[in-house]
Antibody
Framework: QVQLVESGGGLVKPGGSLRLSCAAS????????INWIRQAPGKGLEWVSY????????HYADSVKGRFTVSRDNAKNSLFLQMISLRAEDTAVYFC????????????WGQGTLVTVSS | QSVLTQPPSVSGAPGQRVTISCTGS?????????VHWYQQLPGIAPKLLIY???DRPSGVPARFSGSKSGTSASLAITGLQAEDEADFYC???????????FGGGTKLTVL
């Protein structure tokens, strides 16, 4: 079945770095945009970034631009989010989710991975 | 402050009908961008409930329906059941921001 599984979350100090991964299965990975969406504890959803199927198009929310970098390895059906200069406000569960285009719906979502930025 | 505005909470008794509004502007919903809805059960990832304003993915009961008019959209749930208790989010695209935007979420309580 179509599935996305995130990994790589954890506790990191302010100013630190972390790399999240998203493993895909059950569909032709390179045909789809993949997005990162985050949810701070007790808060709503915030779109973070997308990358096109080929990897040629990427886009970021203003809140992470210049600090986060999204990439993908289509040969390994994997997506990555490199996060640097992390701040307390980046603390959230990070979800990867599949879409057909830059403004499409997201389906399915992964189960999420928790990133905690704290000293 | 979310770009799309939803009521923080709604409630209804089992069997009743509830609606959740999602209000945007001329740069997102009013510009013709589609609205999508997600249901998030406690502690679980969001699940697509309605896409392209009013379409239901396979497996989503017909009790859930969506509509869009002008700068707003609505999610209606009929025949409310205890297991419908969850957070609901609307999503669209904003051409001014050049980004996907979400509503702030609505908590549905089944009385």
């Amino acid at each position: 079945q179509v599935q996305l599984v995130e990994s790589g979350g954890g506790l990191v100090k302010p100013g630190g770095s972390l790399r999240l991964s998203c493993a895909a299965s059950g569909f032709t990975f390179s045909d789809y945009y993949i997005n990162w969406i985050r949810q701070a504890p007790g808060k709503g959803l915030e779109w973070v970034s997308y990358i096109s199927g080929s990897g040629g198009a990427v886009h970021y929310a203003d809140s992470v631009k210049g600090r986060f970098t999204v990439s993908r390895d289509n040969a390994k059906n994997s997506l990555f989010l490199q996060m640097i200069s992390l701040r307390a406000e980046d603390t959230a569960v990070y979800f990867c989710a599949r879409g057909m285009s830059a403004n499409d719906w997201f389906d399915p979502w992964g189960q999420g991975t928790l990133v905690t930025v704290s000293s | 402050q979310s770009v799309l505005t939803q009521p923080p909470s709604v409630s209804g008794a089992p069997g009743q009908r509830v609606t959740i509004s999602c209000t945007g502007s001329s740069s997102n919903i009013g510009a013709g961008y589609e609205v999508h809805w997600y249901q998030q059960l406690p502690g679980i990832a969001p699940k697509l409930l309605i896409y392209a304003n009013s379409d239901r993915p396979s497996g989503v009961p017909a009790r859930f329906s969506g509509s869009k008019s002008g700068t707003s959209a609505s999610l209606a749930i009929t025949g409310l059941q205890a297991e419908d208790e969850a957070d609901f989010y609307c999503q669209s695209y904003d051409r001014g921001l050049g980004a996907v935007v979400f509503g702030g979420g609505t908590k549905l309580t089944v009385l």
